[in-house]
């Protein structure tokens, strides 16, 4: 967090009442974290989720935080790859400590997230970890939740919005609207965005699957380095997330993802209609925050080209200070926020 995010706080007068704390009250707490943070070098005191619940939901015997009180407002974050639930750390102890109840899953292929059958196919196609969320919610008896996430979990959230809105209280993006086709994942790119999507040709290929599997924490870490370049974490902080990579189906997984965009592995025809009615770019009506990181390293569309495809109550916050893409980690004021408006919009 920087001087510069709290300059963002005061001029999008974020909604004192929805902390419990006056305009001052909430600009002198945030001060006060980011004092602390500068004291000690810019790393946070990190007090890691625990994922101590289990249950069972659709394909999956999913592993899961649940922190906040039990009759809260539900509060749904989905991380990305190659990152974990403590990506949600500080955002999920702020909302729950207002009073929401924050649900935190990792997704398929992470951490204890696991299989109920062998036979499942491990799917990375991204209609596919999206039905996990819809059955996640059921498993909880959740009937509508706010829903946030970036990254893989940012085009879950999207998808969630779009095939079941009456779900979806409310929605928090980074990096915008992310629904994607296979179709489109065919055209090609001007060569300096080709260049930045190195590692998905890179998991095209058989080598690269095998060098993915032997290096999968050192590719790891490169990914957070240049997808943040300005986010000093330490190696505390990343071997917290890496073991969630030791999951079984971690590799399979996150290879079909990225070769499912590209058209070159199959899905799973259950999933065919979802794919169908996302491959026409529809509309999110459910009201929206979409946040972007002056310093996201990763591919991602510039906010222009995605801001009319949300058609509800609509606001982007372009977060400043050096903030990558993993913007819930690296300011987690800022995201915690941005639920917690949105919260208060439906």
């Not at 409310?170 to 296979?182: C, D, K, N």
């Not at 965005?193 to 080598?207: H, K, M």
Request: net charge neutral; hydrophobic share 40%; aromatic share 10%.
């Amino acid at each position: 967090m920087s001087n510069i995010e709290i300059a963002n706080v005061t001029r999008r007068s974020f909604s004192g009442a929805a902390l419990g704390l006056t305009a001052a009250g909430l600009l002198g707490a945030i001060a006060g974290t980011v004092r602390a943070e500068q004291a000690s070098g810019g790393q946070k005191n990190f007090v890691p989720l625990t994922a101590s619940e289990t249950i069972e939901a659709g394909d999956l015997k999913v592993a899961y935080s649940a922190i906040g009180p039990q009759d809260g407002s539900p509060v749904i974050l989905l991380h990305g790859w190659p990152y974990d639930i403590n990506s949600f750390a500080e955002v999920a102890s702020i909302l729950a400590a207002q009073g929401h109840r924050v649900i935190t899953p990792f997704l398929r292929g992470y951490g204890g997230t696991t299989f109920l059958s062998e036979k499942t196919k491990r799917n990375g196609q991204q209609s596919a970890l999206a039905i996990d969320t819809i059955k996640l919610m059921d498993a909880l008896r959740i009937d509508r939740a706010t829903i946030a996430g970036f990254d893989w979990g940012a085009r879950t959230a999207d998808i969630v919005a779009v095939l079941w809105p009456e779900r979806c209280k409310g929605l928090v993006s980074v990096s915008g609207y992310l629904i994607g086709s296979q179709a489109a994942g065919k055209n090609p790119l001007p060569p300096s965005a080709e260049l930045q999507w190195w590692y998905q040709y890179y998991f095209a290929t058989d080598r690269g699957r095998q060098g993915y599997a032997k290096y999968t924490k050192d590719f790891a870490k490169l990914i957070w380095k240049l997808a943040s370049p300005r986010w000093d974490f330490d190696d505390a902080t990343f071997d917290q997330s890496a073991a969630a990579f030791l999951n079984p189906g971690h590799v399979e997984i996150v290879t079909h993802n990225y070769r499912w965009r590209l058209g070159l592995s199959d899905g799973e025809k259950r999933f065919d209609k979802y794919e169908a009615k996302l491959a026409t770019a529809p509309e999110i009506s459910v009201p929206t925050i979409t946040l972007e990181g002056d310093a996201n390293g990763a591919p991602h569309p510039e906010p222009k080209a995605y801001a009319g495809k949300f058609r509800g109550r609509y606001e982007h916050r372009q977060i400043s200070g050096g903030i990558g893409h993993n913007l819930p980690q690296e300011a987690p004021t800022a995201f915690a926020q941005a639920v917690l408006d949105v919260d208060t919009w439906a």
